[in-house]
Every structure is written in C-alpha cells, then in structure tokens.
C-alpha cells in the first residue's frame, strides 16, 4: 500500500513544516519582546526633588536615562522643575508630549484650591520669525486645551505673552516650549 518512498517524502515534509513554524514563532516571540521592550523605555519617569506647593516630577518621554535637565534634540518632553510645568515640542510640532496630564495634575489641584494658571510659549531663534510666533502660539493652544480637558475652567488659566519669547544662547530644544505656572 505505501512504500518506504512514500514515507521519506512525509519525513521531510514534517521537517520542513516544523521550522517553517519554529521561524515564524521566533519572529512573533522578537517582535512581541521589542514592542514590551520599547514601550518601558519610553515611559519611565525620571523622579526630581519637590518644591512648594506643586510636586517636582520629570516625566521624560525619550530619554529615560538622561538627566532631568537634558532635553532630547528633537522630541517631545514634559519636565516639572521649581513648580513650574515645561512643555518641550519637537521642531515645528504642536503636540503635547506624552506625560503631560500626569506633569499637570499638581497645577489642576492647586487652581482647584483658588489658584490661577499661566500659560507662556517661547520658540527658537531659527526660521522664520512670524511663523514661530504662531507655532508657538498654537503650541501655548495645545497645552491650555489638556488643561481645559482636565477640567480647568477658562477663567482658571491666563495666557500670557513673555517679554522674550526667543532665546538665543542655549539648544534650541530648550527654547521650543511652553510653561506653565501658578499665580
């Protein structure tokens, strides 16, 4: 009925069908390893020392190693320094960085408490004057709107214009944000 042909050619499909699996479950298993992988890195805060009334905490979405005082060149970031809540924007984008309602939740109580926020956007001194001046105001937009998410009333937060809104010594990392403090 079969002959001994007939069962080496199912031997060696079995085989061949056994490390095509064992191949395609090694590339699931590295691609599921590297999204977990990623995915802590991106989010690990980066703890700093309180002050006053508002908690201090550094919420670096790229670089969870670095220094709280180290910006990434060109990406996103939210960090808390002496109460005051920075926003950081990759050049020419107005998204908020991840982070940012966690880095606003100490503002949200203390204009729970009577207190008012102040919003003010800075751009870098590079490109074109006018259209940093409205990025920087759409970027100032973005940070109220996650406040107003939040539930801050309108009335609750203050946009204010800085005398200086470039900086021309420093990263231009650093001067691409917006801050928010308490009055």
Known sequence: MFSKEDDDNGGVLGLIFGLVALVVASVIGFGIYQANFKAK????PVAVAATDN?????????????????????????????????????????EVAAGG?????????AIAGGKKA???????ATGDAVK???????????????????????????????????????SSAEARRVEVSIQ
């Open 41 to 44: 890195e991106v989010k690990t």
């Open 54 to 94: 508002v908690a201090t905490q550094a919420i670096n979405s790229t670089a969870a190693d670095a220094p709280a005082s180290v910006v990434a060149a060109d990406a996103a970031s939210v960090k808390v320094e002496n109460g005051v809540v920075k926003f950081f924007f990759a050049s020419g984008k107005s």
């Open 101 to 109: 309602n966690e880095a606003l939740a100490d503002v949200v109580k």
């Open 118 to 124: 102040v919003i003010s956007g800075f751009n870098d």
């Open 132 to 170: 940093n001046a409205e990025l920087s105001k759409q970027r100032a937009f973005a940070v109220r709107d996650a406040l107003k998410a939040l539930g801050v009333a309108d009335d609750k937060i203050e946009l204010k214009k800085p005398e200086n809104t470039t900086v021309a010594a420093g």
